[in-house]
């Protein structure tokens, strides 16, 4: 079970890769980088069976990174909305060269 | 029966996934995440990991999804799909960059991987389900995160505070005058 649980990582992954290009709504572009950081979490419980515990505790701090992640990241989102109406990443261009 | 289940788990978290990309309103696209997350905590059963399965569906498909919900319904957002997906060049491009990530990984994690670590790997499942056994489902977890790992497990608790003051700061409205 060990091989298909990592091919499933790595579809998951790929897949979150996929948002991320391709939406242009922040909140999406967010939850698709969960996807991602679900896949790599997928991967290391998958491993940590056959290597040692821990690979789950690593996900549990990965988890904890995540949970501090999205709430700076949705605070920055909605400092933003309240500046340019707006959540579609095309807008946000003050920084662009 | 552990397959089968597998088998089910995949194919919703894979469909999940898919629908989180594709969906029409960013509330679809939560409920297909949740679904997702849902379902790669059945796969962390799957794999003797139930602490983390609990977590999973506590503080991911419980807290972070509705934190989320929150910030969505907020801002009152899901009226212009159309100009929320990139077209043309970038759809190609887009194309290119996930064919390659999906085939670099499946390279990477197919082959002779599952024989190199079923060797010596039976001996270390055999180990964490007597310690298990032993010490409890949050135990096992928690033993060596209390020891060898509690310089890294103080610092996340730092890492957590320094997230809820920088929430705070900025969410807070700017006052008039005041900035």
């Given at each position: 079970?060990?091989?298909?649980?990592?091919?499933?990582?790595?579809?998951?992954?790929?897949?979150?890769?996929?948002?991320?290009?391709?939406?242009?709504?922040?909140?999406?572009?967010?939850?698709?980088?969960?996807?991602?950081?679900?896949?790599?979490?997928?991967?290391?419980?998958?491993?940590?069976?056959?290597?040692?515990?821990?690979?789950?505790?690593?996900?549990?701090?990965?988890?904890?990174?995540?949970?501090?992640?999205?709430?700076?990241?949705?605070?920055?989102?909605?400092?933003?909305?309240?500046?340019?109406?707006?959540?579609?990443?095309?807008?946000?261009?003050v920084l662009k060269w | 029966m552990t397959?089968?289940?597998?088998?089910?788990?995949?194919?919703?978290?894979?469909?999940?996934?898919?629908?989180?990309?594709?969906?029409?309103?960013?509330?679809?696209?939560?409920?297909?995440?949740?679904?997702?997350?849902?379902?790669?905590?059945?796969?962390?059963?799957?794999?003797?990991?139930?602490?983390?399965?609990?977590?999973?569906?506590?503080?991911?498909?419980?807290?972070?999804?509705v934190l989320f919900l929150f910030v969505?319904?907020?801002?009152?957002?899901?009226?212009?799909?159309?100009?929320?997906?990139?077209?043309?060049?970038?759809?190609?491009?887009?194309?290119?960059?996930?064919?390659?990530?999906?085939?670099?990984?499946?390279?990477?994690?197919?082959?002779?991987?599952?024989?190199?670590?079923?060797?010596?790997?039976?001996?270390?499942?055999?180990?964490?389900?007597?310690?298990?056994?032993?010490?409890?489902?949050?135990?096992?977890?928690?033993?060596?995160?209390?020891?060898?790992?509690?310089?890294?497990?103080?610092?996340?608790?730092?890492?957590?505070?320094?997230?809820?003051?920088?929430?705070?700061?900025?969410?807070?409205?700017r006052e008039a005058g005041k900035d």
């Amino acid at each position: 079970m060990l091989t298909p649980a990592l091919l499933l990582s790595a579809a998951l992954f790929a897949i979150g890769t996929l948002g991320v290009i391709v939406r242009r709504n922040a909140i999406i572009i967010f939850l698709c980088i969960e996807l991602q950081l679900n896949a790599v979490n997928l991967a290391f419980v998958a491993l940590s069976r056959y290597t040692g515990i821990e690979g789950q505790l690593y996900v549990f701090f990965v988890m904890t990174v995540a949970a501090a992640e999205a709430a700076v990241g949705l605070a920055i989102i909605i400092s933003i909305f309240r500046h340019y109406e707006t959540v579609n990443v095309n807008k946000f261009n003050v920084l662009k060269w | 029966m552990t397959d089968i289940l597998f088998i089910l788990f995949a194919v919703v978290a894979v469909g999940g996934a898919i629908g989180v990309v594709i969906g029409r309103s960013p509330v679809a696209s939560l409920l297909f995440m949740v679904a997702t997350l849902a379902s790669v905590a059945g796969i962390y059963v799957l794999f003797e990991a139930h602490f983390l399965a609990a977590i999973q569906v506590l503080v991911y498909a419980g807290a972070i999804m509705v934190l989320f919900l929150f910030v969505i319904m907020l801002l009152n957002l899901g009226h212009d799909y159309r100009a929320d997906l990139r077209y043309g060049s970038w759809s190609l491009l887009s194309l290119v960059v996930v064919g390659l990530t999906a085939g670099v990984l499946m390279q990477g994690f197919s082959g002779d991987l599952e024989a190199d670590l079923l060797e010596n790997g039976a001996a270390a499942a055999a180990a964490i389900d007597a310690a298990v056994i032993e010490k409890g489902a949050v135990g096992v977890i928690a033993d060596p995160l209390f020891t060898d790992y509690v310089v890294a497990f103080e610092l996340i608790g730092l890492l957590l505070l320094v997230a809820i003051v920088a929430a705070v700061v900025l969410a807070k409205p700017r006052e008039a005058g005041k900035d």
